[in-house]
């Protein structure tokens, strides 16, 4: 994903979030993460075939460190979810007033997201009122050229809600995509203690 974002950055973009706007950074940060994974496996299998109880213990202190990070960032996300909220709210609100209509990566990818959840701005069509005048047409139902009054009338819902309601839509997904995630981990653990263990009971 990492080398993906960095050929084709600008496709990769538009499959995030429009939020993000630094690809080269994501790019970086998927292919250091998939380097760190590669280098896991390879501890925990080198140490399994080896037999060596430091690499077995190593990657068992290194998977339970992902694991409690994994539980700890669910308990602060759903702790100060509000909070999170509003930190995005801003920096979002300020990227699409500032850019919007002048960069055309970040337009291209606000339109897209758009016209894609029927949605318009991240709060409202408000959003827009400091974009010298420019509101997409996604941001009113006629087909008529989209104006401030005529997106008042349509008042069409932020992206930001559509979001948040497809996410809940899909909520069994996410969480039994973090569950499988969940039981890998202890799966990983478990068999790297188990033969920790057997190590020591043959060395006995």
């Known amino acids: 994903m990492g080398i993906w974002a960095c050929v084709d950055g600008s496709y990769f973009l538009r499959m995030l979030a429009p939020f993000s706007r630094h690809t080269i950074n994501v790019s970086i940060l998927c292919a250091v993460l998939g380097a760190g994974l590669l280098m896991l496996g390879l501890l ?11 690499q077995l213990l190593a990657f068992f202190s290194v998977v339970l460190a992902v694991f409690v990070t ?3 960032s669910g308990v602060v996300t759903l702790a100060y979810s509000s909070f999170a909220e509003g930190i995005i709210r801003a920096l979002a609100t300020e990227m699409l007033r500032k850019d919007y209509g002048t960069e055309p990566m970040v337009t291209k990818v606000w339109n897209a997201t758009m ?3 029927a949605c ?13 005048g420019t509101f997409p047409p996604s941001c009113c139902r006629s087909a008529a050229p989209c104006n401030l009054a005529e997106a008042a009338r349509s008042n069409m819902q932020g992206c930001f809600r559509a979001i948040l309601q497809m996410l809940t839509e899909h909520a069994n997904i996410v969480g039994g995509i973090a569950a499988g995630i969940g039981i890998l981990e202890i799966a990983a653990m478990t068999v790297s203690m188990f033969l920790y263990c057997h190590l020591d009971n043959n060395d006995g």
Do not use: H, M, P, V
């Open 70 to 72: 994994n539980i700890a």
């Open 44 to 54: 925990g299998g080198g140490g399994a075939i080896r037999q060596s109880k430091c």
């Open 115 to 117: 016209s894609e959840l």
């Open 120 to 132: 318009c701005g991240y709060s409202s069509y408000a959003d827009f009122e400091l974009t010298a």
